[in-house]
């Protein structure tokens, strides 16, 4: 049965769907972080099954509302558990509108003002680092640094684009055992193979070591391989460690290897003014992620290059016969420069964030994050039964707690604790295992979260063993 899009705006209207479901999303402002419930459990509930049959607006209402019961309140203060926490609502009003507006970001007659917001935050970070960029939004940090490794794939050899690998590409990347998984994805997904990439050891302060570099470079040279591209990262998963960005690229530069910096994590150095002074001008690639860090929606991410051209060289394929017109505006087209064809509009909740907020409010956020993680760092130091296994360089902070039977095992300890974490349904926090040691990582980013919240999430963690 045929229902204009009017028809069926008005009578998901009329069932209430609006006033519910902000409703609904109001009270799970002060809802807990979750309520714990194994998949197994879930599934016995039903909920999910799809018919073929049609449903009504107020049944479907009813399963919206139990998705927001049900759903994990990454709002929470105690939701810790990710790279990401508490989303400005702003961002949550800018995501409805791009979706009701549902358009793509592929040429300037399409998304005549969306297209032209992603250049206005480009030409920002331009501003902010006092340099010439260019730039896209991207699905994702992992598809951010894909792109990295991409352009410097097509920077190497141009040829590649056309005819494929030959016998002479035996690239290899550099990245520290800190550096994200996603350069394991990108190079089985670009052909280039998982075992091309040469893991750099990280020092005690879990930043890349510059002489084991130096040496794998050198190593890669005398066996013939070329190397591609060295991977650095400002802000790692785990740690939060900034690589010593400045005199990577001095080594790059030396080398001529193209040189990618993943600030998925640690992009508010970019508003901050704390982006290291010798990487500008000089770094090839570059990933910010504004969801995590920056608080916006999920996913909301750049890859930068101050290679002119570079993006549009590299993707540019196809299209031109029905979709990149030559018009007055064919110059405000992006889709030439991106891999999708289908570019959803992201550059708009992060404009009008940026726009309520200024480039202060970022700043501001961030300083809050960062003193918030020192202080936390202090109140640790002063429990007995908890060792802070690092001195915080960002937002992350990594300790493991003591158990309260010195017999236990301490890495099951720490796993048993997390596990009951969750199902406590008060704290969500993560733990991660390295070198044989399991540890819990606190990542601040939610901006509600105060000393007194990690203060109480630190109680309620010694408790549950007592
Ligand atoms: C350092 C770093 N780079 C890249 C990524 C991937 O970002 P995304 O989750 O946006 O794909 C992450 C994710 O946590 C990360 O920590």
């Known amino acids: 049965m045929f229902m204009s899009i009017k028809t069926q705006f008005y009578k ?23 309520k714990y419930l194994s998949a197994s459990e879930r599934l016995s509930e039903n909920h999910y099954k799809l018919e073929k049959k049609s449903s009504s607006e107020s049944e479907v209402l009813a399963d919206a509302l139990n998705f927001i019961k049900n759903s994990i309140n990454t709002n929470h203060p105690l939701f ?7 989303a400005h609502p702003i961002s949550w009003y800018a995501e409805f509108i791009v979706a009701a507006l549902n358009t793509s970001m592929a040429t300037y007659e399409i998304a005549p ?24 939004m991207v699905p994702g940090g992992s598809y951010a640094n894909m792109m990295g490794l991409h352009l410097a794939r097509y920077q190497s050899d141009p040829k590649i684009k056309i005819k494929g690998y030959g016998a002479e590409n035996k690239f290899k990347i550099f990245i520290s055992d800190q550096a994200h998984y996603s350069y394991k994805k990108s190079m089985n997904i670009m052909g280039l193979g998982e075992d091309n990439i040469v893991i750099i050891k990280s020092d005690s302060r879990k930043k890349m070591d ?11 040279l005398s066996e013939n391989n070329k190397p591609l591209a060295v991977g ?15 005199e990577i690229q001095k080594i790059c530069s030396e080398y001529k290897i193209w040189h990618h910096v993943d600030a998925a994590w640690g992009a508010p150095l970019v508003v901050s003014g704390e982006f290291p002074e010798k990487l500008k001008h000089k770094f090839d690639s570059l990933t910010l992620d504004f969801h995590k860090s920056l608080g916006l929606t999920l996913c909301k991410s750049f890859v930068l290059t101050p290679h002119k051209e570079l993006l549009l060289k590299a993707n540019h394929g196809g299209g031109s016969a029905y979709l990149f017109h030559e018009t007055e505006n064919e110059n405000y087209n992006t889709g030439s420069y991106a891999i999708q064809c289908g570019r959803k509009l992201d550059s708009f909740p992060v404009w009008l964030t940026w726009k309520l907020l200024g ?13 918030l993680c020192l202080e936390a760092f202090d109140y640790l130091n002063t429990i007995e039964r908890i060792n802070c296994l690092h001195n915080p360089e960002f937002l992350n902070l990594c300790f493991q707690v003591e158990p309260k039977d010195p017999e236990q095992e301490k890495n099951q300890y720490q796993k048993d604790l997390r596990q009951k974490l969750v199902e406590s349904n008060e704290l969500f926090l993560n733990f991660s295992t390295e070198n044989n040691k399991t540890f819990f990582r606190w990542s601040f980013a939610n901006q509600s979260t105060s000393l007194k919240d990690f203060k109480k999430a630190i109680v309620i963690m010694l408790e549950l063993d007592s």
């Open 359 to 371: 480039t202060d409010g970022f700043k501001d956020n961030y300083q809050k994050q960062r003193q």
């Open 12 to 34: 998901l209207k009329e069932a209430g769907f609006l006033d519910h479901i902000f409703q609904a999303l109001e009270s799970s402002l002060t809802a807990p972080v979750q």
């Open 210 to 220: 510059l002489q084991d570099l130096e040496s794998q470079i050198q190593k890669c």
């Open 113 to 136: 003002v969306g297209t032209l917001m992603e250049k206005e935050i480009v030409l920002q970070f331009a501003d902010l680092l006092n340099m010439q960029l260019e730039g896209l």
């Open 80 to 86: 810790v558990n990710q790279l990401y926490s508490g």
């Open 232 to 246: 650095s990262t400002l802000g790692t998963t785990v740690y939060g460690a900034l690589d010593p960005v400045e």
